[in-house]
């Protein structure tokens, strides 16, 4: 059984930092794309980093220089540290792998307020 299982959310203010982790377990982790996605309220899902296998990776532009994706294939786990927090980064934020097929975790909230 497939499971991605999100932690590290919270509430910080503007301009603090979070980490976000991903724990998988029942893929093989290091053949499959690992994507961060969030979603605020009344909005669409946003693709917000990606990693490859191999290690590259994209960003949304409304996070590059401020977040970055990381993997520890040892630890079957997808990091996403969060710097710089703005309000409009709150939102539900989403793991997910991909190869053949795509498999979703629960969700972390992230809510940056003063």
């Known amino acids: 059984q497939v499971q991605l299982v999100e932690s590290g959310g919270g509430l910080v203010q503007p301009g603090g930092s979070l980490r976000l982790s991903c724990a998988a377990s029942?893929?093989?982790?290091?053949?499959?794309?690992m994507h961060w996605y969030r979603q605020a309220p009344g909005k669409e899902r946003e693709l917000v980093a990606r990693?490859?296998?191999?290690?590259?990776?994209d960003y949304a532009d409304s996070v590059k220089g401020r977040f970055t994706i990381s993997r520890d294939n040892a630890k079957n786990t997808v990091y996403l540290q969060m710097n710089s927090l703005k309000p409009e980064d709150t939102a539900v934020y989403l793991c997910?792998?991909?190869?053949?097929?795509?498999?979703w975790g629960q969700g972390t909230q992230v809510t940056v307020s003063s």
């Open positions: 990693i490859t296998s191999s290690g590259s990776t």
């Open positions: 997910n792998s991909r190869r053949q097929f795509s498999y």
């Open positions: 029942g893929i093989v982790f290091s053949l499959n794309v």
